[in-house]
């Protein structure tokens, strides 16, 4: 009787003790990540993008429906009560409303929106790794419970490698997909990083304190060495791409940036190739390959796509660098080569100076204006024309300018290169609620060359008429149009910025020459020309953001083409001579126009030593954004209203509290949109 009970008793423990081996085995854990904890956070950031896309898809359809009711003098039929909850609480609130500048120059606040996403996924990733956990008092039972937390942690570290990649893409095809902004994908692609490293810290940790003495003899496997490679080089990349390093040494981010990527993949590759892991793992690395590549190739496609001239088989593009020390700004010009280059608002390209031991760098620019280099207008410098090879030259025959602009017509003496001159007599003239106004007519691009103020000028216009010129030409199919020439406005800091402000000052002229590369175009066109009333909030170099939409409105206003009758520029800027520079030059003609009103700001100036410009005048204090954008919505009573601002982040995040301030306390509806400047 005994033996048999004491045999049963055995049985039983058996029985549990193989239960206990098929819960906690490192073999058994092995497959659940693989089909389970991995495929979460894929599953988890697909259903973040599926709703980011079926949200832009909505958004266009029921802007479309807004734009052509807006048209037709009808309010928009399908109502904003809840639309206008969702971005006041979410879409546009920050995570944490933060006021102080010097915070926001160290940290990146994500909107609210942002914030929920990024909390579920930490959650997530904090739910996945540790439960469930096997749970006992004997060790044995522990080391297994740290065994699987360690395989978690690891698998899903690696899981989230392609999104770091594909969010931190240029040629993300989810910023097209989503209507989301790179710095909003820039915002994703950190935190992942740093989930990633945080599950690798405790995929290292748990396995540390299993091996615990037998440290010392896994130090000399390889897979070992490079398991501990990657373990310090994740936490060190991060650190060196935090805000401050990024903004005050870019090149050094840049470069130790791509190093450490490349050195981390690698690694992982390594550490994952002892025997029967090979297949496990590498699913999960082969696609971060493919997103490295694709995302470098489309860079390539883009650069010979911007800079070959196959005809003249060059491969650069000539630009005139000058730089004013009143202003400290730079101002580039750049003549794109390819006629099939369409520049607009809303764009940003990187350029590169490939003829330097360090051709490798490239840095994002807002285009800030452009033009034909035929037209009379101080948009390219003579220097920079000279480089220029023959090209043909058109002139519309039988133009009065004085009676066109007297229509309020805004004439070019040479017509756009994308525009031919039986496309400008085939432009359809339309008036708001006319029977012929349709939504794509409202949405067609225009395409323009800004004018100068010399062209404006009424002796100029009258001696127009009898200054000799070349003969007309007759355009013909097989002419090659003249190229256009790019305006990029730069702050020089440290690196490459730097440097050309030295060449600049070394040169006796003031300015220089290069050959450079352009890289684009990047970013997107933001339809301000379906909104009664524009607020454009710029801060230093980030009127070259506002400027482009200005001119769009211009020749928009010249075909009847925009919603906009109302125009709000709220400039400011440390240096009164930048400030002056573009007003006279690009915003000549917008501040002579009723429908344009600026409010300028030289934060650096001396009260006594500022002019006014026009009829604006200049004050030498920071603007009171909440003010003054409460005030312009509530004047603009019950019509729709556009607030675009760029600028640094902190002067970003008041515009942004300020619009949400406004969207509680007016009618108006307002919509918001911004292009900041940092990563």
């Given at each position: 009787m005994y033996s048999s009970t004491t045999a049963f008793s055995h049985q039983v423990l058996a029985f549990a003790d193989s239960l206990t081996r098929r819960q906690a085995h490192p073999t058994a854990l092995t497959?659940?990540?693989?089909?389970?904890?991995?495929?979460?956070?894929?599953?988890?950031?697909?259903?973040?993008?599926?709703?980011?896309?079926?949200?832009?898809?909505?958004?266009?359809l029921v802007g479309r429906q807004s734009a052509h009711a807006a048209l037709a003098g009808k309010s928009d039929p399908l109502g904003h009560t809840v639309t206008r909850w969702l971005r006041t609480k979410f879409i546009l609130a920050p995570a944490v409303d933060v006021k102080h500048r010097g915070v926001l120059s160290y940290i990146t606040m994500p909107r609210r929106i942002e914030a929920v996403?990024?909390?579920?996924?930490?959650?997530?990733?904090?739910?996945?790794?540790?439960?469930?956990?096997?749970?006992?008092?004997?060790?044995?039972a522990i080391n297994k419970a740290w065994t699987?937390?360690?395989?978690?942690?690891?698998?899903?570290?690696i899981a989230t490698l392609p999104f770091i990649f594909l969010f931190a893409g240029r040629n993300n095809p989810f910023i097209w997909a989503t209507g989301w902004s790179y710095q909003t994908f820039s915002i994703f692609h950190r935190h992942a990083a740093r989930v990633a490293t945080l599950l690798a810290i405790t995929h290292g940790v748990c396995f540390s304190v299993l091996i615990g003495p037998y440290f010392a003899k896994k130090m000399e496997i390889k897979w070992?060495?490079?398991?501990?490679?990657?373990?310090?080089?994740?936490?060190?990349?991060?650190?060196?791409?935090?805000?401050?390093?990024?903004?005050?040494?870019?090149?050094?981010f840049l470069i130790t940036h791509i190093a450490f990527a490349i050195l981390i993949l690698y690694a992982i590759f390594q550490h994952t190739s002892k025997s029967g892991t090979v297949t496990v793992y590498n699913p999960y690395l082969w696609p971060v390959v493919a997103i490295w590549v694709?995302?470098?190739?489309?860079?390539?496609?883009r650069l010979v796509y911007c800079n070959v001239h196959v005809r003249h088989n060059t491969l650069s593009t000539p630009s005139t660098i000058s730089y004013d020390e009143d202003s400290n700004l730079i101002r580039l010009e750049v003549l794109a080569p390819s006629p099939k280059i369409k520049p607009a608002p809303g764009q940003y390209y990187y350029l590169y100076q490939p003829m330097t031991w360090r051709g490798w760098e490239n840095h994002p620019f807002s285009l800030g204006a452009w033009a034909s280099p035929n037209s009379r207008q101080r948009q390219v410098s003579t220097d920079t024309m000279d480089t220029l090879v023959?090209?043909?030259?058109?002139?519309?025959?039988?133009?009065?300018?004085?009676?066109?602009?007297?229509?309020?017509?805004?004439?070019?003496?040479?017509?756009?290169?994308?525009?031919?001159?039986e496309d400008l007599e085939n432009v359809e003239t339309m008036t708001p609620g006319s029977p012929n106004s349709t939504t794509s007519t409202l949405d067609e691009e225009i395409v323009f060359s800004p004018v100068s103020p010399t062209a404006l000028d009424?002796?100029?216009?009258?001696?127009?008429?009898?200054?000799?010129?070349?003969?007309?030409?007759?355009?013909?199919?097989?002419?090659?149009?003249?190229?256009?020439?790019?305006?990029?406005?730069?702050?020089p800091y440290d690196g490459w910025t730097r440097r050309l402000r030295d060449s600049c000052r070394a040169s006796s002229t003031g300015s220089i020459k290069h050959s450079l590369l352009i890289e684009g175009p990047y970013g997107r066109k933001v339809p301000l020309h379906t909104y009664d009333t524009v607020i454009l909030v710029c801060g230093g170099t980030g009127i070259s953001a506002g400027v482009p939409y200005i001119l769009d409105h211009i020749a928009r206003s010249a075909a009847n083409k925009t919603k906009t009758t109302n125009i709000q520029l709220i400039w400011s800027a440390k240096q009164f001579s930048f400030l002056k520079t573009i007003c006279r030059e690009e915003l000549a003609e917008a501040l002579g126009r009723a429908d344009f009103n600026a409010s300028l700001f030289a934060t650096d100036a001396v009260?006594?030593?500022?002019?006014?410009?026009?009829?604006?005048?200049?004050?030498?204090?920071?603007?009171?954004?909440?003010?003054?954008?409460?005030?312009?919505?509530?004047?603009?009573?019950?019509?729709?209203?556009?607030?675009?601002?760029?600028?640094?982040i902190a002067m970003v995040a008041e515009a942004r509290s300020a619009v949400v301030d406004a969207m509680k306390h007016t009618r108006a509806d307002v919509d918001y949109f911004e292009d900041a400047f940092g990563w």
């Open positions: 497959k659940i990540p693989k089909h389970t904890y991995a495929y979460a956070i894929y599953a988890f950031w697909a259903a973040v993008l599926t709703i980011g896309i079926v949200h832009n898809i909505y958004s266009k996403v990024l909390f579920i996924f930490y959650a997530l990733a904090l739910v996945l790794t540790a439960v469930p956990s096997h749970i006992a008092s004997d060790t044995d699987g937390v360690g395989l978690r942690a690891g698998i899903m570290s070992f060495q490079w398991g501990l490679t990657t373990l310090v080089a994740l936490p060190v990349m991060v650190l060196l791409a935090s805000k401050a390093i990024r903004n005050r040494h870019y090149e050094f694709f995302d470098r190739f489309l860079r390539l496609v023959e090209s043909d030259v058109y002139f519309e025959k039988d133009v009065d300018v004085e009676k066109d602009l007297e229509k309020g017509m805004i004439v070019q003496p040479y017509p756009s290169p994308s525009v031919s001159s009424p002796k100029w216009l009258a001696e127009s008429k009898h200054r000799p010129g070349p003969e007309p030409v007759q355009q013909t199919s097989t002419t090659t149009p003249p190229p256009t020439s790019f305006t990029f406005w730069i702050r009260a006594d030593a500022v002019d006014n410009i026009e009829n604006f005048k200049i004050q030498t204090h920071r603007p009171d954004l909440g003010k003054m954008i409460l005030d312009i919505a509530n004047d603009a009573g019950t019509n729709n209203v556009a607030v675009l601002s760029c600028g640094p």
